[in-house]
Structure formats: C-alpha cells, structure tokens
C-alpha cells in the first residue's frame, strides 16, 4: 500500500498566511485528490450506463446514488480540483519526473513513506493490530539506521511489510460509519467520517513538527509534487477509460476506504467484523 489521500498540508506555526494557505492548498490538492484517484476499481452496483457514441462528448447527467446525497455540489468540486490539477499541479509534476533521474525520485518516495510510517504505527496500535505494529516498527527502526533515514527501503527488501492505517481508518476499525460520500474543495474525495479525522492526520505527519517553516514547506510541498508524479499514469487512464471520471473515482474511492477499514476482507463495513462461529 503507498499512502495516499488521495489521498491532501496544514502548516502550524508563525508562518505568514499567504504562504501557510499557498502551502496548504498545494499539499492537500494533490495528497488526497491524487491518492484517491490511484487505486481505481472495477464499478459495482453504482456503475454509470454507457452513452451512446453520438453523446459520449457530453457530460453526463448526474443519477441518484444513495452514498452521494450531495452529487451536484461534489460534481462542482470535481471539476474545480481538476482545473487546478491540470493548471498547476499536473505541469510541475511532469517537469519533476522528466528532470530528475528514477533513482532520486525513488529516494524520495522512499524517504516520504518512511516517514509515514511514523502515523502508520500510531494508528495500527490504536486499532490493537499486534502484527501491523511490530512489523511498523521494525520497518522504522531499519529503514531509518540502515536506509539513510529512510531513502532506501531495506525493509521491504528483507519482506517487513508497510501496514498504511490513517485515523480515518482507525473509526471505521472501532465502527463509527462513513458517512456520505464528500468532495472537498482543494481536499479531494472524501466521507464526512474522514473529513472529521483529517486534522488528526494532519496533526501526526512529522513533517508538520519542524520548526522551520521554510523546510517543513518545502518538504511538504516535495512530498506532494512526488506523490503526483507518480500517479500521472493512472490519473491519465481515469481521463480517457472513464466515460464519467466523477462517478468512477466516487466509487472506487468508497470501494478502496471500505477494503482499507477491513484490511481487504470483502463485504461493506457496516457488517459485523466478529465471528465467533
């Protein structure tokens, strides 16, 4: 799993507020617009019908979904993250991957998740998963001493696997529901139960600890300008296979949380996740 959220990064301290929002906006835009897009899945019972040829130019009407009580308001966001994505975000994101060599991007990416794993471990043990944890916390232990402080992921390679586990995950672990699907200007798709734990989120990314503002900026900035480079594949795929990109990333958005609360088990979360049969 890489992590996401999209995926969407509040900047604390004495930073101006032109700079602090710029930074923000940047951050969350991509982190969550651009996770979320990535993992795309195969369309269940919510599924678009496919337009005739002669209209498969226009844009298509929105339908009644019962997970998506405020479609029109999340189809404006939609439209609003995608312009800034394809004005700004998409650009520098291309520049990046086409300037710098694999091996530095790989650093990077590398280092970022690293680093995440700090959150990651954080949430595992609030969901009282003993394996996730452990293994957590050897992957920070290696990839931090013998990894350059997490450039190179030596975990992986020894079969220590990444457990990604984000707060959100963690009340939908200990039942709280999703709540309606929701597509936040400049956050990107989201649930009212993930909104609500977004400044946890927000609150356990190391990053935000550093006490420079210029490099706890540009670190945040960095993070989210690789995360988007390597989406560019997958979001292109989303543009041209998806006859309605708005419904496709709604429901494999709600498909992926669902799989993510229940650690890949199939079914919906609201089933029980006891058996004692």
């Known amino acids: 799993m890489t992590t996401a959220s999209s995926s969407s990064f509040t900047f604390p301290g004495a930073a101006p507020a032109a700079w602090r929002l710029a930074g923000t906006s940047l951050a969350l835009a991509l982190g969550l617009l651009a996770s979320h897009a990535a993992v795309a899945q195969p369309l269940t019972g919510n599924a678009q019908p496919a337009l005739p040829a002669a209209s498969a130019a226009a844009a298509p009407a929105p339908a009644s979904n019962e997970d998506d009580p405020f479609e029109p308001f999340n189809r404006t966001m939609y439209r609003f993250n995608d312009g800034l994505d394809r004005a700004v975000l998409k650009p520098v994101a291309t520049t990046y991957r086409d ?118 900026n540009a670190l945040s900035v960095l993070d989210v300008v690789d995360t988007r480079a390597r989406l560019l594949g997958v979001t292109q795929l989303l543009q041209e296979a998806a006859l309605d990109p708005y419904s496709f990333l709604r429901d494999s958005h709600l498909q992926r949380r669902a799989i993510e609360v229940r650690d890949g088990a199939a079914g919906t979360e609201t089933e029980e996740r006891y058996d004692l049969d």
């Open 99 to 216: 300037v710098l060599p694999s091996f530095v991007r790989t650093g990077v990416s590398n280092f970022f998740g690293n680093i995440g794993d700090v959150w990651n471990l954080a949430n595992n043990v609030m969901q009282l998963k003993l394996r996730g944890s452990a293994e957590t916390f050897m992957r920070l232990n290696v990839n931090t001493v013998f990894g350059l402080g997490g450039l190179l992921d030596i975990a992986s390679e020894a079969g220590i696997n990444r457990h990604s586990e984000d707060f959100g995950q963690t009340l939908g672990y200990w039942g709280v529901p999703s709540g309606p699907f929701v597509m936040l200007p400049l956050f990107g798709p989201s649930t009212l139960r993930d909104t609500a734990a977004l400044p946890a989120d927000r609150w356990g990314n190391p990053v935000g600890a550093i006490n420079d503002i210029p490099v706890r």
